[in-house]
């Protein structure tokens, strides 16, 4: 008898704001033992990563990681992003830019960026709000 094996997902899991990849140290293992491959990247200044924040101008420029790994896959492979807190901003941007690479995204307690305006709304309506 032929056992077949279930093919795990890939989940790509995006960290929040003052955090870095080592903030998913408990979950990506239990993932990983489940039979998924799961990568769990430093966004732009933070964790490994070497930039500096003084280079980091934009949310474009903060989600460069993310970016360049959705660039990196192949055309039919599909991952499931995981995004917390802030992550949920670098989400929307993959989700808007890379939607044939996306099987599913999860909001963990994050903002989530709606599909009527730009990612960066979010982020607006809450400045407005800490002003007034």
Same mark, same amino acid.
């Not at 929040?16 to 080592?22: D, K, M, N, Q, V």
């Not at 474009?60 to 055309?75: C, G, N």
């Given at each position: =008898?032929?056992?077949?094996? #279930? !093919?795990?997902?890939?989940?790509?899991?995006?960290?929040?704001a003052c955090h870095?990849?080592?903030?998913?140290?408990?979950?990506?293992?239990?993932?990983?033992?489940?039979?998924?491959?799961?990568?769990?990247?430093?966004?732009?200044?933070?964790?490994?990563?070497?930039r500096k924040i003084?280079?980091?101008?934009?949310?474009?420029?903060?989600?460069?990681?993310?970016?360049?790994? $959705?660039?990196?896959?192949? !055309?039919?492979?599909?991952?499931?992003?995981?995004?917390?807190?802030?992550?949920? $901003?670098?989400?929307?941007?993959?989700?808007?830019?890379?939607? +044939? #690479?996306?099987?599913?995204?999860?909001f963990l307690a994050?903002? =989530?960026?709606?599909?009527?305006? =730009?990612?960066?709304?979010?982020?607006? +309506?809450?400045?407005?709000?800490?002003?007034?």
């Amino acid at each position: =008898m032929e056992v077949i094996k #279930k !093919q795990g997902k890939h989940f790509v899991l995006v960290h929040g704001a003052c955090h870095g990849g080592w903030s998913w140290y408990k979950l990506k293992p239990l993932l990983e033992a489940a039979g998924h491959k799961v990568t769990a990247l430093d966004l732009a200044a933070s964790g490994i990563d070497l930039r500096k924040i003084e280079e980091v101008r934009t949310l474009h420029d903060y989600t460069l990681p993310l970016i360049e790994l $959705m660039e990196s896959l192949p !055309q039919e492979e599909k991952v499931i992003l995981v995004g917390h807190s802030l992550g949920g $901003m670098n989400l929307g941007l993959a989700m808007e830019k890379y939607p +044939q #690479k996306i099987y599913a995204a999860v909001f963990l307690a994050a903002f =989530m960026p709606d599909s009527t305006h =730009m990612s960066s709304y979010v982020l607006n +309506q809450v400045s407005i709000v800490c002003i007034l």
